[in-house]
């Protein structure tokens, strides 16, 4: 492992100071991810400034019925909060279903959703990748696809070589259920605090596969808040997986049906959580049958670029998705009318 320095501030405009100044800081929170990577010889900063204490770890009701999850909140107080549950179901089902009861206990909301990839040769520093060193090219492409994108990549067998190709997906289960509640990201930065919608947080490759997220160096999350739903909210996360526990998503998607809108969030689909906004355009109002459902997935999904790869690449995400959300809202709606 490369030596690095860490620093333990007194506060979140120290830590925030502190990263600032150093082009190569990162932030630490629980370190479920950035521990690893730092082993790995994935991450190589030369200040590790430590968090975990700074932020709030409360679940706070907000004046509006919403509710702030603070940054330092842990994956399973938030699952385990009784107005989580109550309200924001897709929340907890999001928790529950990643990693493990251990790893829950230490990972945090201000850390989750800024997990970076699994993609197998992100983490192998013997292969070239365009995410881990900008400009090396992309292994995956023709590779091992079976956890890649299927949405938002440049074509269905992008140049490997071509340093804007990352065929990634993001991996974080809690992200999925976020996007879809709309949830609003509160910022500490160099340049004072500021709140982005969850859907901007994460971004696509473009040309930068290195980039994430939207956030600019330095800056710190604070909080996550999750906007009040109106009464007869119903909302639930699917994944599906290779086996039951301890895996990451292959797809899945979190639902929310509130009147007459269905919001609609996928994973393990694209490098950012996917909102299906075409499809959630064609819903609304609409009777949410299944062939219905099928129908605006169909239109969601007719941009999808398959990636072929070892054991037959990942074109079984296309149908898998669609008939993930057709089952989703099929439950979510018998659940209604019971
Ligand atoms: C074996 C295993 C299985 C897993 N399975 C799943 C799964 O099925 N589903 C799933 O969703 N996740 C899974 N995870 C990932 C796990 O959920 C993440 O590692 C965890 O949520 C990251 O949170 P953390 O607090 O430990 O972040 P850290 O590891 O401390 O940090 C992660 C990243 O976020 C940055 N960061 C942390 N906090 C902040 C902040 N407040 N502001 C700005 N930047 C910050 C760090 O610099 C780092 O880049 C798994 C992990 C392991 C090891
Ligand atoms: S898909 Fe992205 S993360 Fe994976 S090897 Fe290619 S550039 Fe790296």
Not at 132 to 160: F, I, K, N
Not at 200 to 206: F, Y
Not at 311 to 334: D, E, Q, W, Y
Request: charged share 20%; glycine share 8%; net charge neutral.
């Amino acid at each position: 492992m490369k030596p690095f320095a860490y620093a333990r501030p007194a506060d979140v405009a120290e830590a925030v100071r502190d990263v600032a100044a150093e082009p190569n800081a990162v932030f630490l929170a629980g370190g479920t991810n950035l521990v690893d990577h730092l082993k790995l010889g994935v991450a190589r900063p030369d200040l590790v400034v430590d968090v975990r204490t700074l932020t709030s770890r409360e679940v706070t009701d907000l004046p509006d019925g919403g509710l702030r999850l603070g940054a330092a909140s842990t994956n399973s107080e938030v699952a385990a909060d009784r107005r989580v549950l109550e309200r924001y179901p897709v929340l907890a089902q999001a928790l529950l279903a990643g990693a493990t009861g251990q790893l829950r206990n230490t990972a945090t909301t201000g850390g989750n959703p800024l997990q970076r990839t699994r993609c197998v040769y992100f983490q192998d520093v013997t292969t070239p990748c365009n995410k881990r060193e900008p400009g090396s090219g992309c292994t995956a492409v023709g590779g091992y696809t079976r956890y890649h994108a299927v949405l938002g990549t440049t074509s269905a067998l992008p140049d490997p070589t071509a340093a804007e190709t990352c065929i990634a997906t993001h991996p974080s289960d809690m992200a999925v259920a976020l996007a879809a509640l709309d949830a609003q990201v509160q910022v500490l930065g160099p340049r004072g605090e500021r709140t982005v919608p969850f859907t901007e947080l994460h971004r696509l490759p473009g040309d930068d596969p290195s980039r994430d997220t939207t956030l600019e160096h330095g800056e710190l999350i604070t909080a996550i808040d999750l906007p009040p739903l109106p009464a007869g909210t119903r909302s639930a996360y699917r994944k599906v997986r290779d086996r039951a526990s301890y895996a990451f998503a292959l797809v899945s998607v979190a639902a929310v049906i509130s009147g007459e809108d269905v919001r609609i969030a996928l994973g393990g689909v694209a490098h950012k959580p996917w909102r299906a906004t075409r499809a959630e355009e064609l819903l609304r109002g609409a009777e949410l049958t299944d062939a219905a459902v099928r129908t605006a997935m169909e239109a969601e999904l007719a941009a999808a670029q398959p990636q072929p790869g070892e054991g037959g690449g990942n074109g079984f995400k296309i149908p898998l998705v669609n008939r993930t959300v057709v089952a989703t809202l099929r439950a979510l709606t018998s659940e209604g009318q019971s």
